[in-house]
């Protein structure tokens, strides 16, 4: 009880596991498109992104640099969906 | 089509822009599954929260179960800044009103707090004890009375950004935090530093912190930008933006 | 390598799902065999959202790969039990032939096998990671091909192995699927399989080589996916080729 034992690492995923909230908001499949992060240029399927911060939301980044490319969040008032961090999607 | 008008605003908004939140709200079609009735929602037989068990309820703000454990939540990886770098800083408009290395922090008067913290996500955590300097004495050590704006945004490694009313850091509301149950606080758990705002729901309590800038207006940190409610006061059950 | 599917999906829409039979794999693991009125289908390593709702109104949400193929009539879900996990205690211990819960999917295109795609096929499982890969195995299995496959499977002990008779059977009929175990930390009295943990050794050795392109998935803890990826790169495997899916603690998703 004294102590941060248990699970101290922050959960990391791959995007696929996002792929249940994204699916709420995009009508194509989303975990297969390509995505192109605008900090380094590198282009990944959206299921291979590094997904961060389940269970508040998806957020999505970039497995080369960890820049985040794509944020989701579903709230009782909508979804939110953030994909500055993408120069392209490409579905 | 809602591809392509995002994507439209996004080659159209200044990336820089990304911090404050140049976030799309999509609007869904249908109603959300919280607020179907009860009777609609089928009960899965025997399921109980395994939470329920240590429920001490006049402590806990609504919608709240108890946990044992410290669940780890961070919205990118873990930053691995040594000590030797690490500065906290006071900032206003342009100019630092304040900076100290990681001796000079700890050189400050510490304060230990014993309190409850409360997760969105559900959890609290009863009767944890933090240690760290108050924001009183960080205005305190740079001289100042009062704080000179009335918000905060706080910057952190890894980007991450959250914002509180100087109100609800002063009086001893806020500190910034370098010890958990008197060890260090762990790297995954927001060290060596992490803002300490307890009253409000954790997320405000951001981890690796090394800026707090004064702003004249309220702007949104990251999950506020993102649908969450721009205050967060648990007892209010303000989760999310429009709570 | 990468699959585009340009097509659009189906809505993902909450169904109940009726558990019709709970097969005790190992000590701390079960399968949940449902019915799922209205399944249409899924593809192998695709996954399904479920849902618990208590009587006082609260809700737990995790997610399960589904460890059958889709030539089976019931869906198939495999649960380890985590210690004071949440939900997976509850699928593990409480849950009856009967009972019903919420359950919508099937979901993610991208951690994906069907025999379309050809081989070779190279699976890396840790622990309950197996799930997903069994039901590429599986579906391999439904439909008679004998694309060149490989499982390299780590578990604590014997005990530990999910699937292990299911897996000895599909082996000794078919020799183009080889199953190499290793157990990490018990071995049993006489065992000449390997005994440790998943290194560029025990990859290197039992492998397929890059020249030969295989279609590789790894799936299972965190720390096991991303040591053995960062491996199989080292050994000259394109990043592209790797498909990883990491379990959380209890199926945790956003």
């Known amino acids: 009880m004294g102590t941060m034992t248990g699970n101290d690492s922050a959960l990391v995923l791959d995007g696929n596991a996002a792929a249940g909230l994204l699916q709420e908001i995009f009508v194509l499949e989303i975990t297969t498109a390509q995505i192109q992060c605008e900090a380094c240029g590198s282009t990944e399927a959206v299921g291979s992104l590094r997904l961060h911060a389940a269970p508040m939301g998806a957020v999505l980044r970039c497995p080369h640099c960890d820049a985040s490319l794509m944020t989701a969040v579903r709230t009782p008032h909508g979804r939110w969906l953030q994909i500055t961090g993408a120069r392209c999607l490409k579905f | 089509m809602i591809l392509r008008q995002l994507y439209g605003a996004c080659l159209l908004g200044n990336p820089e822009d990304a911090g404050n939140g140049a976030s799309f709200f ?8 919280s607020i179907i009735s009860m009777a609609q929602t089928p009960i899965s037989r025997g399921f109980r929260s395994r939470r329920q068990e240590q429920t001490s309820k006049d402590r806990l703000p609504p919608g709240q179960y108890v946990t044992t454990d410290f669940p780890v939540l961070s919205a990118g990886p873990t930053p691995q800044t040594k000590l030797e770098d690490w500065s906290l800083a006071l900032q206003l408009g342009g100019s630092l009103l304040g900076k100290w290395s990681w001796a000079e922090f700890e050189a400050l008067p510490q304060t230990t707090i014993k309190t409850d913290i409360h997760c969105v996500t559900k959890w609290s955590k009863l009767d944890t004890t933090w240690q760290g300097v108050t924001f009183d004495d960080l205005l305190t050590a740079v001289g100042l009375a009062e704080p000179p704006e009335p918000y905060v945004m706080a910057h952190c490694d890894g980007g991450y950004t959250t914002n509180v009313p100087v109100e609800d850091l002063v009086g001893g509301k806020g500190m910034v935090v370098t010890r958990y149950e008197g060890f260090p606080i762990a790297l995954a758990h927001g060290g060596p530093a992490r803002l300490f705002v307890p009253h409000l729901y954790f997320w405000k309590s951001a981890k690796w912190v090394r800026r707090l800038r004064f ?27 429009g709570d | ?28 693991v079960k399968s949940l065999l449902l019915h799922v009125p209205g399944w249409r289908g899924h593809l192998p390593g695709q996954h399904v959202d ?24 019931l869906l198939a879900l495999t649960v380890e039990k985590v210690d004071n996990g949440e939900v997976s205690p509850y699928l593990v211990e409480d849950l009856r032939a009967g009972d019903q819960f919420e359950l919508r999917g099937p979901i993610g295109g991208y951690f994906v096998w069907t025999v379309a795609m050809r081989g070779p096929l190279w699976l890396v499982a840790g622990g309950s990671g197996i799930a997903p890969l069994m039901a590429m195995l599986r579906h391999r299995c439904r439909r008679k091909v004998r694309t060149r496959a490989l499982l390299l499977y780590s578990s604590r ?27 990490t930390r018990k071995q049993p009295e006489g065992w000449t399989g390997r005994r440790r943990r998943i290194d560029k050794e025990l990859l290197a050795e039992v492998c397929f080589p890059p020249d030969q392109n295989p279609k590789i998935f790894v799936c299972g803890p965190t720390s096991l996916v991303e040591a053995v990826s960062r491996l199989l790169v080292e050994l000259g495997h394109d990043p592209l080729t790797i498909k990883t899916e990491r379990f959380g603690p209890s199926g945790w998703a956003p």
């Open chain 2, 215 to 241: 702003m004249e207006e309220d702007e949104r940190g990251f999950w506020e930008s993102l649908g969450y409610h721009n205050y967060g006061d648990p007892w209010k059950e303000q989760r999310y933006d």
């Open chain 2, 26 to 33: 999509v609007r869904s079609a249908t109603p959300e599954e």
């Open chain 3, 157 to 183: 002990s014997l005990e530990d192995v999910i699937y292990r008779e299911e897996l000895d059977a599909m082996a000794r009929c078919d020799p183009e699927l080889r199953v190499v175990n290793t157990l």
């Open chain 3, 1 to 28: 390598m990468i699959e585009t599917r340009a097509a659009p999906v189906r809505r993902l829409e909450w169904q109940l799902a009726e558990v019709r039979e709970i097969i005790v794999e190992t000590f701390r």
């Open chain 3, 50 to 73: 479920i849902r618990l709702t208590a009587e006082d109104g609260y809700q737990a949400q995790r997610s399960y790969s589904i460890a059958s193929p889709p030539e089976d009539e």
